[in-house]
């Protein structure tokens, strides 16, 4: 007995198995029955007949999966194969050369002051030897994407240096693509005399730049910040937008209660289409942004605790769509949360893109302190450590740290450090760290130095009765952020035991914010000092 094979769509009923063989309940073919069927399988007729069949809605008809092939067995006709046409869904080639990036740079840095009194956001040290663009720039690379865009203007000379001893050269290889600093400038004109506005604004005063041959072939433009920890794949967040046909694509995460209001918040439907959208409410209109995020997939216990939308500050923009936005259509509009976006939703479709892994947002002192401590635990949420996707920095080419007898636990040791009998506990130390015998350092963040000193000048230093950089003999430390190439001496307690919670005292060389105790870059904190 010969067999056949036949292909079934999606959703097709299968009809019923009667005693001479399958019917539809009315008219049946069958197979060596009373009802015989009259020709070979190649019969037009028969074909037509079995696809009729095949097609058949009856209520007690079984459903099959879509893909899947089923064996019937025939009479003494002919083999033959039927094939039944399948929807197929066809997704348009994505390719990364066809997205460009825009990394913003951010602004006066009032958030994470006083650590940026000097220096831009982005270029802020975390994790012990990276810099907070290190983290955009590295996902930029990972997911292909060569395009990309830096705007700065805040305190940006260390950020500039960081960025071209890393992107340019050092084995990164772009392509055909590069990595272009845009940094706030003068141009002729009334218009031109003013520094960047807001995050739109900066935007704008650039766009002349995808006129530029080498960028005719963008069709997608990411909106990124330089201010957040998180590890993501850009294309697939693009592929998200363009197999949703959006204009723009916003990437959320659900929020609990702790700091919405420093979020823009949005309200969705159940399709994703974005339906309202506030930049950091307050008050009323945060309560009015509440929703049920049971829509994103969570539980209702998981909804419970996180009833807000928070925009990641990430968006994807077709690349016509934000040139019509910021030049024609909201030419005055500065800012993208609080300006386009909102302006955008009746007009456009703006969906929303569910981000499901870790991210922080490093807009407080507090999360930023928190954020590093929280890379120490042994099971962290976030590691730099993954083979396939690896955050990039600028090569120090320095040696291994040095451990003499010390006691460490959950702890990150970055490159080129002297530890000498010292317990480190739950804290991370930068690069160059030098900690003297008897020095206990917890809950503490260490940036490090940009510079060695030598034995004999540390030497030298301590017979003059100058501090060294580093931690000197018998210095306990708790609840703190030690700043780029601090000079703390030997004796030092630093605990904030009275529990201040704010307090300025830049001409002693500290600050405490959020109750957390900040020595400033290149402070010296003398010996026997208590803070």
């Known amino acids: 007995m010969d067999s056949c094979c036949a292909t079934l769509r999606a959703n097709t009923h299968f009809p019923m198995a009667g005693k001479f063989g399958f019917t539809d309940g009315k008219n049946g073919f069958g197979f060596g029955g009373k009802k015989p069927v009259e020709g070979s399988v190649r019969s037009d007729g028969w074909i037509n007949g079995l696809s009729r069949s095949l097609r058949v809605n009856h209520q007690k008809a079984r459903k099959f ?250 968006y994807v923009f077709k690349m016509d769509v934000l040139l019509e936005l910021l030049t024609s259509r909201y030419p005055t509009a500065n800012d993208f949360g609080s300006e386009i976006i909102p302006s955008s939703l009746k007009e456009h479709n703006v969906q929303a893109y569910l981000f499901q892994d870790y991210w922080e947002d490093i807009g407080t002192l507090r999360s930023f302190y928190h954020a590093n401590l929280a890379l120490t635990e042994e099971f962290a949420k976030f590691e730099f450590y993954d083979p396939k996707t690896p955050f990039y920095t600028s090569p120090r080419f320095l040696p291994p740290s040095k451990m003499d007898r010390c006691k460490i636990k959950d702890a990150i040791i970055s490159h080129g450090c002297f530890l000498r009998e010292c317990t480190i506990e739950h804290s991370v130390v930068g690069e160059r760290s030098r900690l003297d015998s008897g020095v206990e350092l917890k809950d503490t963040l260490m940036m490090g130095a940009d510079s060695y000193q030598t034995e004999s000048e540390i030497a030298s230093l301590l017979a003059q009765g100058v501090v060294p950089m580093g931690i000197g003999k018998n210095t306990k430390i708790r609840n703190c952020i030690i700043d780029k190439n601090a000079k703390i001496g030997k004796d030092v307690v630093i605990m904030n035991k009275d529990g201040v919670e704010e307090s300025d005292r830049a001409g002693e060389g500290f600050y405490i914010r959020s109750g957390i105790t900040i020595i400033l870059e290149k402070a010296t904190i003398k010996d026997g000092s208590v803070i």
């Open 65 to 314: 999966r879509s893909g899947v092939a089923f064996s019937v067995l025939t009479s003494d006709n002919d083999t033959g194969t039927i094939t039944r046409p399948t929807r197929i869904f066809e997704r348009q080639f994505l390719d990364p050369k066809n997205v460009a990036s825009i990394i913003l740079g951010g602004g006066a840095g009032t958030h994470l002051f006083p650590l940026t009194s000097r220096t831009a956001t982005p270029a802020v040290p975390v994790g012990g030897c990276y810099r907070l663009i290190d983290i955009p720039m590295s996902n930029c690379i990972n997911s292909g994407i060569n395009k990309i865009f830096i705007l700065t203007q805040f305190n940006s000379a260390s950020l500039h240096r960081h960025i071209t001893r890393t992107y340019h050269g050092n084995g990164i290889n772009f392509g055909d693509g590069f990595v272009e600093v845009l940094a706030a400038t003068q141009t002729p004109g009334e218009a031109g005399m003013n520094w960047f506005q807001g995050t739109a604004d900066a935007v704008r005063q650039f766009l002349w730049l995808f006129e530029d041959a080498r960028n005719k072939e963008i069709e997608n433009v990411l909106i990124l910040s330089g201010d957040q920890l998180y590890r993501m794949d850009y294309m697939e967040l693009v592929r998200n937008h363009i197999d949703r046909n959006a204009d723009i694509t916003i990437s959320c995460v659900p929020v609990d209660e702790s700091r919405p209001s420093d979020y823009g918040l949005m309200k969705i439907d159940r399709e994703g289409r974005v339906s309202k959208f506030c930049e950091k409410p307050k008050d009323a209109d945060l309560k009015v942004m509440q929703v049920d995020t049971r829509l994103l997939g969570l539980s209702r216990e998981e909804a419970m605790g996180k009833p807000y939308i928070a925009s990641m500050g990430v």
